[in-house]
């Protein structure tokens, strides 16, 4: 790696001079091409020695937009109380995380689901060498427009409507208005989450349903659409749409706690193998009881200290 | 005071440094274009190397199910959707913009290109995620008060579309129009033929093969389009039965899953597959192109 | 029916067509300046967004799309220049030179989001400069590249032949005529068509997504140490633009005024590519009255 960003600083310099030769006035603006790679260079890097209690180094961290605002948003209150850290937060969904944290570009791979959901077959050796750290829960909610005409659905309405046996909100209880399904592409963990545990079984996609990645989209098309069924996280929850109950259990954060609602996932943090110290001083953060009842609560995650059920990658659930 | 001498060797070293430097440029393209094709067509190729899918399967499969306990990657439902958007936005947007060429050219050749110049350079300008933006809040609600169904679909991604490649067909056909020798025209007017008459019979068959030009550029333009399509389009992976349902195209599909996959799984595998198609695509409208443009010649 | 009455009706036709482009490209811009204006004031183009509560800003957004401009232009021009000069001036017709043109059609007209997908597989990936500013400039110069050597070459050619020969008869070298005969005439042409590339650039988001990120750290505007992750001078940090933040709030915005967020920033994206457009004209012009005016003097 060292040497292609050699290569790459080459190549820049190159650039540089090749601009001078050409007479333009913006020297100024190259100063900071140039000294940006240096810097680089120990940004992503993460230095493994520390000294005594002051932490210093560089994080790195990519992968679920889903988890993305709260570790930016954590990752700003760390760095205000270690000024030697500095820790980028980055997009790119959970593939992109997990497979730059398997490859060891980034030291943090933020994911919504499991890493062996994701790295099957071949990929399993990568997902075994993953550290796996749950900092928060999001559950989420079969919602539909307010029309509808039901309040709740039990996992088998839900079933039969989301594997097209039910086209009708009649033939459930609801308005004589036709069904559309706002579903997500076969590759989100939003839609992993909601077959495993809402549903049970995987579904396959229907002739006319609507797809979309994105929670503000979902929610848009759902309020606008009549007859629209989707899933959405609990956060993005408002007036605009209706909020069904599961099975007769409200989708709200005590029951997820409690482990009445079962249509949660957890937001993980990898890293590939045990992290240093710097990058656990930084777990260890966002699992302290003060980001966990504030910070996660406040951006609609549900702290993952207060639950009081635990699951593992099989989907069995245990009592704390 | 320097000799006459070393003068002359500056000089020539001036042009030599000059020649390599454009050398390297030149060669950069190369490197660019030989680099693209090399690391998407060995990415895209996996599929049918590594991940035993057939090319048969890939390109006429209907059923699109990667993450299926049995997956299927058929793509027929991408490629099918990606042909039905831009050919729809090409017959919206072709006659529209030779209208305007004409406009511009023939009807009031003064202030009509003053007028309709800045706009179609203005309607270039806007950025794809904008057109995306007011298709979801005006196009969609439109569609479906209008139209059975949900607004969102095949024709929503179309009108999108076509406004989107108006500009590209309209600037070529105005150049080429513009193009035309002087006196055919005006012998034809010399005929006693109406405006329209020479227009239908005289203009447009002979700048044809350039106005198809411009038709060409712009579908290929709205082929490689992502963002506004995806968004209005309903990403359904199946071929729609009616305009008004949810389709996808192989670029909404790619926007949409490349970022949850990982990399090197089958699934991530496959998208790389359909980018690998988006760029042999452009292969063939850049020949096409190139085709009209030596008819044209002749 | 007689011709004539066939002509009237197909002219009014064609009017009608042409004045509807027209009434399109205002109802756009009026939609989004109507949508968008009401929400813009300085303190939305300067303060950082806000994830969960209203009245966030895109200060971060607008300066990134700027500087991730200068990047990509530091980079292209002189590359463009260099080539575009080797296509005007040097390259003699043939295979080799028939080859380069292809490459720059072929470059010019690939879909962004395969240059994004291409930018995320070697400069994200596989040279390891991650999510960065320098790696959306890498991609965007991809398809900036041939547009810059496109232009220089068109430049370079539209200079009266009379200004070589009186050059050649001077007896400077090739590569003196070059650049200080030829450049400084082509110049005013150049820099009106990099204005306008720029628009596309700045409007550019499905090749960036995949590039520089979707993520904007904290911006520390009072430090202006390129060295540092905090500063707003660091390449090598990710950077949203104007363009994939209208996307992302779009699509995942948890704030309640997502939507006059969503607005907002396209008309401040909408407003930007107007500004470029004009910018283009006027400097094209003022830079063209001056040289000649300079000439006429001496």
Redesign the interface.
Known sequence: MQFRKSWIMTLALTSVLALSACGSNNGGNNAPANAGGNNAAATNAPTETSSGSDLSGSILASGSTALQPLVEQVAEKFMDKNAGVDIQVQGGGSGTGLTQVAEKQVDIGNSDVFAEEKLKGDDAEKAAALVDHQVAVVAIAAVAHKDAGVDGLTKQQLVDIFSGKVTNWKEVGGADQKIQIINRPGSSGTRATFENFALGTKTEDLQGSIQEDSSGTVKKMIGETPGAIGYLALSYLDDSVKTLSYDGVEPSVDNVISGKYPVWAYQHMYTNGEPNETVKAFLDYIMTEEVQTADVVELGYIPALNMQVARDVEGNVTKK | MKSKKSRLEK??I??L???S??????L???V??I??VY??AS?GLSTFITGGVSVGEFFFGTK??????TPSFGAFPFISGSFLVTLLAALIAS??SI??A???TE?VPGW?KK??Q??????A??????Y???G?S?IV?FL?DTFPG???GVAAGALVLS?MI?PTI?SVAADALAALPQNLKESSFALG?????T??RVILPTTMPSIMTGVV?GM??A?????AVQ?VI?????V??SLF??A?TL?S????????????????NAL?SM?LV??LM??A??GL??LLERRNKI | MKPRTVDKIATSLIVFFALFIVAILVGLLGYILFRGLSHISWDFLTSAPQKIRAGGGVGPQLFNSLFLLVLTLIITVPLGLGAGIFMAEYARPGKLTGFIRLIVEVLSSFPSIVVGLFGLLLIVNYFDLGFSMISGALALTVFNLPLMVRITEQAFRSVPKQQKEAGFALGLSKWKIVTTVLFPVALPTIITGTILSAGRVFGEAAALMFTAGMSSPRLDFTNWNPLSPSSPLNPFRPAETLAVHIWKVNSEGLAPDAVEIAAGASAVLVITVLLFNLGARFFGRFIYRKLTASKRMN
């Open positions: 000089h020539h001036e042009d440094v000059g020649r430097y454009m050398a390297f440029c030149v950069l393209l190369i660019i274009i680099s693209m690391f998407v990415k699109w199910a990667p993450e299926a306990d006659p529209l209208c305007a004409l406009f511009m009807i009509g007028l309709l800045p706009v179609i350079e203005l309607l300008g806007i950025p794809s995620v904008v995306g933006f007011i979801l005006v609600p479906r949900q607004g969102i406004v108006l309209t033929a109406t405006r329209w008459q227009i239908s550029l290929a333009r082929f490689g389009e992502a963002l968004m309903g990403n359904a992976p199946f729609p039965k349902e949810s996808s670029t599909v790619i926007t949409l899953s490349m970022g949850n996959t990982t990399m090197g799984s089958s699934y991530n790389w980018a988006l760029m452009t292969f409208f850049v192109v190139r």
